[in-house]
């Protein structure tokens, strides 16, 4: 399965990708922020980083387009009412 996760660099987030990654899923992160939580995963051969806001709908859309799954991680979302109407299961 290949799974986008929105807030992916952070404590959640970073947690989750591991999850799916170990189970054999591919996982796409959308974080503006640090990767410090996540630089174990960055040479990952199914990890993609995207660094960006997911208030960037082009990119958002796009990652959207080729997943499965997206999870969002509470803090990467709370500046925004919209986002979760974009989220698909
Ligand atoms: N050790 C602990 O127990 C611990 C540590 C951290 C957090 N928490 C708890 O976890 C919960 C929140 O965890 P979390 O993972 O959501 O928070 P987080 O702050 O760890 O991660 C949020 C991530 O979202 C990213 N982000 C924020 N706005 C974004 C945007 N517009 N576009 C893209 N990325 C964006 C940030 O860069 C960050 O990497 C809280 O309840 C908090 O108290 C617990």
């Not at 992160?29 to 960037?56: C, E, M, W």
């Not at 709908?57 to 990467?76: F, K, M, N, Q």
Request: glycine fraction near 8%.
């Amino acid at each position: 399965m290949k799974v986008l996760i929105t807030g992916g660099a952070g404590f959640l987030g970073s947690h989750l990708a591991d999850a799916f990654l170990e189970r054999g899923d591919e996982v796409f992160i959308l974080d503006r922020g640090p990767t410090l939580k996540i630089r174990h995963l960055l040479g990952h051969h199914a990890l993609h980083f995207v660094h960006d806001s997911l208030f960037n709908e082009t990119i958002l859309d796009g990652l959207i387009a080729r997943v499965d799954l997206v999870t969002t991680s509470p803090r990467s979302s709370a500046s925004s009412t919209t986002s979760a109407t974009r989220t698909k299961c």
